[in-house]
């Protein structure tokens, strides 16, 4: 196990002067600690889900010591938190195509990749899973998707410069429309996740736009 005691006396500090657990985006050493710890929590919450996730274990995984994590996090949520961030934070960037339905079709396939994704998918259903009963869950889970949904907007507000849907249409529900039926079928309905369900997310979007359904 690696000696971590700078890390925790630098995480220290920082609550020390106000920072809510979990908030505190650190740098050097302590990044290289931030990572391994949020990977080691992304991993126990693939394999075993939110119930199972504990923070001793977490510390164990990512070879740092107990107290550097109860003082970095504070809590198995604080921990999600953080994590959820550090997600929306090194995301994929948005794919710019030249057109709406391209720039769609690109979103919805990403989207699925990482539904699907064996890790990444069990990662997801906990986060979800988690967020039903735990309002700070909730809320980090809600910022997640804003980012996400913000990182892809531009490509609806391009579409309306180019003319192809109309003037007043909300960019947000239009990237919110093409992932929505993706979700249902992770944590709803259990259908398969294929490609051709990622299309008929993204072309249904899209003809929707242009018929003005998500005008303000």
């Known amino acids: 196990m690696t000696s971590d005691s700078s890390a925790a006396d630098a995480f220290e500090r920082a609550h020390a002067e106000g920072a809510e657990p979990g908030t505190v985006r650190p740098g050097g050493r302590t990044a290289r600690v931030r990572e391994a710890v949020l990977r080691a929590a992304g991993d126990v919450l693939a394999e075993k889900g939110f119930a199972g996730l504990d923070l001793a274990e977490v510390a164990q995984r990512a070879e740092v010591g107990k107290t550097t994590v109860y003082r970095r996090w504070g809590s198995t949520t604080g921990l999600v ?35 699907t994704d064996a890790r990444q998918g069990a990662l997801f259903k906990a986060m979800i899973a988690a967020a039903t009963c735990d309002a700070r869950t909730a809320d ?13 907007a531009p490509c609806v507000e391009q579409a309306i410069r180019r003319g192809e849907v109309p003037e007043g249409t909300d960019p ?38 242009r018929a003005g359904a998500y005008t303000r």
């Open 81 to 115: 938190a953080d994590l959820l961030a550090e997600m929306a934070e090194s995301s994929v960037a948005r794919t710019e195509t030249g057109s709406l339905l391209g720039d769609l079709r690109a979103n919805a396939h990403l989207v699925r990749r990482t539904l």
């Open 140 to 152: 980090a889970l809600h910022a997640f998707y804003a980012t996400r949904i913000g990182e892809w």
């Open 172 to 209: 947000h529900e239009v990237i919110r429309a093409v992932s929505a039926p993706l979700y249902y079928r992770l944590v709803a309905s259990g259908d398969p996740l294929d490609e051709a369900s990622a299309e008929r997310a993204a072309v249904a979007a899209e003809a929707a736009a």
